[in-house]
């Protein structure tokens, strides 16, 4: 799941660092060192851009998997298989 915070303005490395996950938290003093002034509204567009196309996909790969399963069923029922065959 996306974290949309970077994306709705938050750039405190205070309160971003804290969403780091694994080996980065060990090391939370050089992530908020590293978002200091580095993510600006360039970067928040570009973020935003890709959160939409990751919804998108998501949505369309979900309606793609619910046509391929109705599909299958009418497939087997045409040749008379039953689901499991």
């Known amino acids: 799941m996306w974290d949309v ?3 709705a303005g938050v750039d405190s490395p205070d309160r971003l660092s804290w969403k780091v996950k694994g080996g980065l938290r060990k090391k939370e003093k050089q992530v908020k060192e590293s978002l200091k002034g580095w993510f600006d509204a360039f970067h928040r567009m570009i ?3 890709l959160y ?3 919804q998108f996909l998501t ?3 979900a309606t793609f ?3 391929r399963a109705n599909t299958g069923h009418l497939m ?3 040749l008379g298989r039953k ?3």
């Open 59 to 61: 949505a369309q790969m």
């Open 83 to 85: 689901a499991t065959d």
């Open 5 to 7: 915070s970077m994306i």
């Open 52 to 54: 939409l196309q990751y």
């Open 76 to 78: 087997r029922v045409r």
């Open 47 to 49: 973020v935003e851009s």
């Open 65 to 67: 998997e619910t046509r």
